[in-house]
């Protein structure tokens, strides 16, 4: 009896479709893709739902033939290589043949083309089934492909896709990253009658960037610009010490291409150990052009990963690259001498060790921090609100006496004893749990004292950020936070809760702007609680004089989660009065005498 069937053409065609089209944005991307193919020097892109009921794009790039337009739905069917050796000389971005046929597997596609001149236009209509029809159709020159009830006929894949803000956000940032690699394109992007991105065409990366994200953002980088023998990496970075509390805003290209890469993100890393405080991460947005032959970008069917000949070079280029924008922009002294003399040295930290990724663990794999618990220079201030002023509700003393306070070790942790043990309490992480007990709290008795900003705190959002800061917004209202659209992508902070200072208030709006970003399914409300206990938390490096550490020690002990700080990492270290006698050869005494 055979056991194995050859799957049905139907079936097998949703599978193969499945591998490139995962969500709305991958639908946008591969349109996107081939209108920059076709030359097009401006294009329009509008969408409904999330683009998860209507999606389209349109160009004026050559547009297709009669017949090219019925070849073009049909799947391994390109104008772009036609033999082996082309695979490795790719200078289009598609090359595969299968991005409209695999969406036209999974949607109803409707593409309308000419190539202008006198032949009429053509339309291409496709049904989910495979079947297609080709009619005239008057259009100028260029091409619009339109695709409705994206996985009507893969429900598996349809419930699996996120809010309609959330795939927006998406295809915001993925089509943010086509504008910065081609400056001169006219790009404009519809989500129902509003325009969520408009740039008209730029002279270069610098004035693109400044459209994309704003003057203050362009002040906070440096051009970066360095080749080597036939590899060049050239685009913008972070300018220490400025840099970002994740890694949202990094961007790689390969020959033009916006691909995501671990060893170019990691060697990023590395080239700025040292450079920037701990927990911040640089921005870049940066433009690797190698040989065709050295790069092979047909590793995956979605098409944003590559693999190079020889990837480990990017280790040491990366950090010339840096080394040398920051010459740049610091004069002419070399940077040995910078970090030598402090310089270079991020406040209140010596540079971390090389090959580590700011004195942690390195790698690309590695959570990103929500929150490095490490003040700015020089901050020495505990405001009152912090500590006594705000005691907390409804928290029962445990009956058990909280440890008692030694003192403080490095200006970062208490040390403390309980029964003989010694305790080692990270300060910041001990005092964002008090006061996230707090914030719960007084959130849900909708308690905030809110404070009004007397000059209003402006400030400049991204297109992604602003979908964001839409999706966080009743959120934000909810826990005291009123934030006004000042026209552009200006917006105003007019009122936060009082237990903030100004700047600190408008970061935790700018992290619940940049949740949506990691297409988180909603903007949790405990993450924001986190974020602002993280912001008015106590820092490492602060010193605190015993009668806080007594009152913060006694707080976090009548927790009911004494152990782990809102983001989930250790606040206390325990060792056992034995292993210290242990260490000290001392007869171990009986814990029960
Ligand atoms: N907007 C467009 N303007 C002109 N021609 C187009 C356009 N979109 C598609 N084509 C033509 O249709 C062909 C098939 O497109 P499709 O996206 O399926 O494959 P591809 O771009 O060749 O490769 P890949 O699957 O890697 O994207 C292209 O090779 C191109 O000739
Ligand atoms: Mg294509």
């Known amino acids: 009896m055979t056991r194995i069937a050859v799957l049905p053409d139907a079936l097998a065609r949703k599978i193969a479709a499945g591998e490139v089209i995962e969500r709305p944005v991958s639908v946008v991307k591969e349109l996107v893709e081939n209108a920059l193919d076709a030359g097009a020097s401006a294009v329009a892109v509008d969408l409904a739902a999330g683009g998860k009921s ?13 017949e090219d337009a019925a070849l073009a739905l049909v799947r391994h069917a390109t104008s772009k290589i036609s033999k082996e050796d082309d695979l490795f000389a790719i200078a289009t971005l598609g090359f595969r043949g299968e991005a ?24 291409v209509e496709s049904e989910p089934g495979g079947a297609f029809q080709v009619r005239d159709s008057a259009f100028p020159r260029g091409t619009e492909v339109e695709v409705r009830d994206l996985f009507a006929n893969l429900p598996a894949r349809k419930k699996f896709l996120r809010s309609d803000s959330s795939e927006l956000g998406l295809i915001v940032k993925m089509l943010t990253n086509i504008a910065l690699a081609r400056p001169g394109l006219r790009l404009i992007v519809r ?36 080749a080597d023998g036939p590899v060049r990496v050239s685009g913008y970075v972070s300018r220490p010490p400025y840099g970002r509390p994740n890694r949202g805003r990094q961007a790689f290209f390969v020959n033009r291409r916006p691909v995501r890469d671990k060893i170019l993100s990691a060697a990023l890393q590395q080239a700025f150990s040292g450079l920037l405080e701990k927990g911040l991460f640089p921005e870049a947005f940066l433009f690797v052009d190698v040989p065709p032959g050295e790069v092979d970008v047909n590793v995956h069917p979605a098409k944003t990963e590559v693999r190079f000949r020889d990837a480990q070079l990017f280790f040491p280029l990366l950090r010339r690259v840096v080394e040398r924008a920051r010459t740049r922009v610091l004069g002419v002294r070399d940077l040995s001498e910078i970090l030598a003399d402090g310089a270079g040295v991020p406040p209140g930290g010596r540079p971390a060790p090389a090959g580590t990724e700011n004195g942690e663990g390195a790698g690309p794999e590695r959570e990103e921090p929500e929150c490095s618990g490490v003040g700015e220079g020089g901050r020495t201030y505990i405001r009152g ?35 003989g043990d010694l305790l080692i309490i990270d300060q910041h992480n001990a005092h964002e749990r008090v006061i996230y007990d707090r914030y719960v709290e007084i959130d849900r008795e909708r308690k905030w004292p809110v404070k009004m900003s007397l000059l209003p705190l402006v400030f400049e959002l991204s297109p992604v950020q602003e979908i964001g800061l839409e999706e966080a917004g009743p959120m934000l209202r909810s826990s005291g936070f009123r934030v006004e659209p000042m026209g552009g992508r200006s917006y105003a902070l007019r009122e936060y809760p009082d237990v903030f200072r100004p700047e600190e208030a408008l970061s935790v709006v700018l992290a619940a702007a940049d949740e949506s970003k990691k297409g988180a399914p909603a903007p949790a409300k405990d993450r924001l609680l986190a974020a602002m206990a993280c912001k008015s938390a106590v820092k490492a490096g602060e010193y605190l004089p015993r ?8 707080e976090l002990f009548r927790s009911a989660n004494p152990g782990v700080c809102p983001h989930g990492r250790p606040i206390v270290v325990r060792i056992p009065r034995s292993q210290i006698e242990r260490g000290l050869r001392r007869p171990v005494s009986d814990p029960a005498s």
């Open 54 to 66: 209507l999606l389209r794009v349109r160009d004026d790039g050559c547009g297709m033939s009669r």
């Open 100 to 123: 409209l046929a695999s969406i036209a597997a999974v949607s109803r596609l409707t593409l309308r083309t000419s190539e202008g001149g006198d032949e009429p236009g053509t339309l």
């Open 191 to 226: 989500h129902g009658a509003r325009t969520v991105l408009d740039c008209p065409p730029a002279a270069g990366l610098r004035e693109r960037l400044f459209q994309l994200f704003g003057k203050d953002a362009l002040d906070k980088m440096m051009e970066a610009d360095l």
């Open 385 to 419: 609100t912090d500590f006594a002023d705000f005691p907390a509700a409804g928290v029962l003393p445990r009956a058990a006496e909280s440890p008692q306070v030694l003192g403080q070790l490095g200006s970062a942790y208490i040390l403390a004893e309980e029964a």
């Open 547 to 554: 009668e806080k550490m007594e009152f913060l020690v006694r």
